[in-house]
């Protein structure tokens, strides 16, 4: 076990779990900064809301990055959580804290806290400026260090972060996804130049049309491409025609072996928590038709073109599909409608609260809970879960974790989706 003695209080636990993992973690937070930058004047009341909600993990990231050459990347042993089912309060497995540095790299996490902090520091760069120069500041270092000490996180800490968190994709896009933010965010010629002259070696065409929290590579074409629309970059058009090819292979009725849609129009991806691609790859639809409007253009694809508007329609389609417009006639976001998940995989949401029972209920005790057959007792309310499968079903209980655990990540880029579609229903 590892004992470094480093205040890590804070951030957000990543799904139904009680481990902070770094990397999905960051991804959230740079996805929500990016809905604040270009959905912020649709939240109403609700901005102040979304910009805590940011703050509350970099408060936790500018925590993680204190010591120069080193950040603090996972706090807690997902195997000894995962093998029991507590509530925080009660919750007795490893605290075990793994960090990346010099010796042991790990740029894809790296890359991806410093695309957060550098996106925060656009949020807050009005709103406190002090905070914004720390969060910018901050981003340039963590970002040094990931391009200096190149390595994939998850070669020097295997054992504690795969299968869960494993950078399957490479290290690669988030230097490049970093690199981006640090453009936008301190508008120096040296970011520009390094997206540049690390456009092929980075792989920036690779895997265009996936979003994730592994895989920048549809979200680094889009917000470069908002530059080329605005004829501000001509030394960027790569990166919209990757934006462009993006596109065309998320429209229906094209095929293409990456994307498909179930019968009820959701946008499916083969492996883990479908609903994370649906949102994310729903909110890239949705910025890159606005940057489009604003110059006047269209997504030319073989025999047709996309409009602004249809990208819109289309990612429309997938928010009205989410809450509710689908064969089941299920909401997938708890709270909302008249019918949504019960039996999440959640452990605070699933286990008594403490108010109700006191009591300490121990690792396997919580098991009785995890199998029951009723409701959840505490409605995680706003938590969008794992989702239906290709063909529009969906077991509303636990053990599918696939489809019934929420993530911070699935709510992040809806965040922004919500705020454009209730100001423009």
Not at 179 to 189: E, G, I, M, Q, T
Not at 256 to 271: E, M, N
Not at 361 to 366: E, R, S, V
Request: proline fraction near 6%; charge should be neutral; glycine fraction near 8%.
């Amino acid at each position: 076990m590892f004992l470094f003695q480093v205040d890590l209080t804070g951030g957000y636990y990543d799904a139904g779990d009680n481990v902070k993992f770094g990397f999905p973690m960051a991804f959230t937070t740079t996805l929500l900064a990016w809905s604040i930058i270009d959905f912020g004047r649709n939240m109403g009341p609700e901005l102040k809301n979304a910009v805590e909600a940011m703050k509350w993990s970099t408060d936790y990231l500018l925590k993680a990055t204190a010591k120069p050459g080193v950040v603090y990347v996972q706090v807690g042993d997902a195997y000894s959580d995962h093998s029991c089912w507590e509530r925080p309060e009660d919750m007795d497995t490893l605290r075990t804290v793994y960090k990346i540095d010099n010796g042991h790299p790990g740029s894809d996490v790296a890359g991806e806290t410093a695309a957060a902090l550098a996106a925060a520091s656009i949020v807050f760069r009005s709103r406190d400026p002090a905070y914004s120069r720390l969060l910018l500041n901050r981003a340039v270092k963590v970002f040094n260090f990931a391009d200096m000490h190149r390595g994939a996180y998850s070669s020097s800490l295997h054992s504690a972060v795969c299968p869960f968190y494993c950078d399957v994709n490479g290290y690669e896009d988030e230097l490049l996804w970093g690199a981006v933010w640090l453009h936008k965010a301190s508008r120096k010629r040296v970011y520009r130049e390094y997206i540049v002259k690390n456009e092929v070696v980075l792989r920036a065409g690779d895997t265009i049309n996936e979003f994730g929290w592994d895989n920048k590579h549809a979200g680094i074409n889009v917000l470069i491409s908002k530059e080329v629309l605005m004829g501000k970059a001509e030394y960027f058009q790569s990166f919209k025609q990757n934006a462009d090819g993006f596109i065309c292979s998320l429209l229906p009725g094209i095929s293409h072996p990456q994307v498909q849609y179930s019968p009820g129009g959701l946008i499916f991806k083969a492996g883990g928590s479908n609903m994370q691609h649906v949102t994310s790859l729903s909110f890239l639809l949705l910025a890159y038709s606005n940057y489009l409007s604003h110059a006047n253009k269209v997504v030319p694809c073989d025999e047709r073109s996309a409009s602004p508007a249809l990208l819109k329609q289309l990612a429309k389609r997938q928010v009205d599909y989410i809450l509710g417009d689908n064969p089941l006639g299920m909401s997938y976001m708890v709270g909302y409608g008249a019918r949504f998940p019960q039996r999440i995989h959640h452990r605070g949401s699933s286990v008594p609260s403490v108010e109700v029972h006191p009591a300490r209920i121990g690792c396997k005790a919580g098991s009785r809970y995890y199998l029951s057959p009723n409701p959840n007792p505490n409605l995680l309310v706003g938590a969008v879960v794992g989702g239906p499968n290709v063909s529009d079903a969906f077991p509303d209980s636990r053990p599918y974790f696939q489809e019934s655990e929420p993530t911070t990540y699935i709510n992040a880029p809806l965040v922004g989706l919500l705020a454009y579609f209730s100001a423009h229903p």
